[in-house]
C-alpha cells in the first residue's frame, strides 16, 4: 500500500512562479489535508477537504488554491509564488473519526 | 479556537534512561482527541500515541505512555528506557471530535528530543 504520495519532493522557484503540488492517496479516505511547516516550527493548516468537491480554508490559505475532482487527489496551486511560501508542505488524509491522519513524506520547496 | 502549548523546545534524555516531554492546550469541548506525532529527520510524520478524551484510562504504547489530565488539559508523553532511534522532533497535535470540525488537526511548535549515547 502506497498511502498518501506526494510529489515533487524538492523544487525551487523564482518569484512570481507557478506550481501545482501533487498529492494522492490509495486509501479511499475521505479527509484529505494539506499543512505547511517552516522551519523549527508545527505544522499549520493550509487548506481541508472532507469529500470530492468539497474544499474549505485552514489557519494560513492566502496565496494557494486547491481542488478535489476526486477522492484520491488533492492538489495545491501556489499561483503567484512568494519568497514567504519557502516551506515544508506536508499532505495528509484520513478516514476520520478515531483514526489518525496518514502523512506523505513532505515536498521541500524554496522560493529565490 | 484551539490551542497546544509544547513549552519545551529541547529536551535531551541519556540512552535507557525516562524523559518526559510536555504539552497543554485550551479547548472549550468535552470530547476530542490528543496525538503524540513524532517528526525523525527524515522528515516523515509517524503516530506515536493517542488518547480519547472521555477515555479516563492512558493510553500505552510499548515504552510510550501519556499522562492525560482532563482537568488540567494537559498531555505529557513519557518515553521510557530511551533508544538512540528516539531522537527526533515531537508533536503534541489536537482533535476536535465533531464532525463538522473536519478532523483538522492543531499543532504544538514541537520538542525536539536528542538521547545522549
Known amino acids: 500500500n502506497a498511502g498518501v504520495t506526494q510529489t515533487p519532493k524538492f523544487r525551487i522557484l523564482k518569484i512570481g512562479q507557478s506550481m501545482t503540488l501533487q498529492c494522492t492517496q490509495d486509501?479511499?479516505?475521505?479527509?484529505m489535508y494539506w499543512y505547511r511547516q517552516d522551519p523549527g516550527m508545527g505544522l499549520k493548516l493550509i487548506y481541508y477537504s472532507v469529500g470530492a468537491g468539497i474544499t474549505d480554508k485552514g489557519e494560513v490559505p492566502n496565496g494557494y488554491n486547491v481542488s478535489r475532482s476526486t477522492t484520491e487527489d488533492f492538489p495545491l496551486r501556489l499561483e503567484l509564488a512568494a519568497p514567504s511560501q519557502t516551506s515544508v508542505y506536508f499532505c495528509a488524509s484520513s478516514q476520520g473519526g478515531v483514526q489518525p491522519q496518514h502523512f506523505g513524506d513532505g515536498t521541500r520547496l524554496s522560493i529565490l | 479556537a484551539q490551542t497546544v502549548t509544547q513549552s519545551q523546545p529541547e529536551m535531551s534524555v541519556q540512552e535507557a534512561e525516562t524523559v518526559t516531554l510536555s504539552c497543554t492546550y485550551d479547548?472549550?469541548?468535552?470530547?476530542?482527541?490528543l496525538f503524540w506525532y513524532k517528526q525523525p529527520p527524515s522528515r516523515q510524520m509517524i503516530l506515536v500515541i493517542r488518547q480519547e478524551a472521555y477515555k479516563q484510562q492512558n493510553a500505552t504504547e510499548n515504552r510510550f505512555s501519556v499522562n492525560f489530565q482532563k482537568a488540567a488539559k494537559s498531555f505529557s508523553l513519557k518515553i521510557s528506557d530511551s533508544q538512540l532511534g528516539d531522537a527526533a522532533m515531537y508533536f503534541c497535535a489536537y482533535r476536535q471530535k465533531k464532525k463538522s470540525s473536519g478532523d483538522k488537526l492543531t499543532f504544538g511548535t514541537g520538542t525536539r528530543l536528542a538521547v545522549r549515547p
Open positions: 486509501m479511499n479516505h475521505n479527509y
Open positions: 479547548t472549550s469541548e468535552s470530547d476530542y482527541y
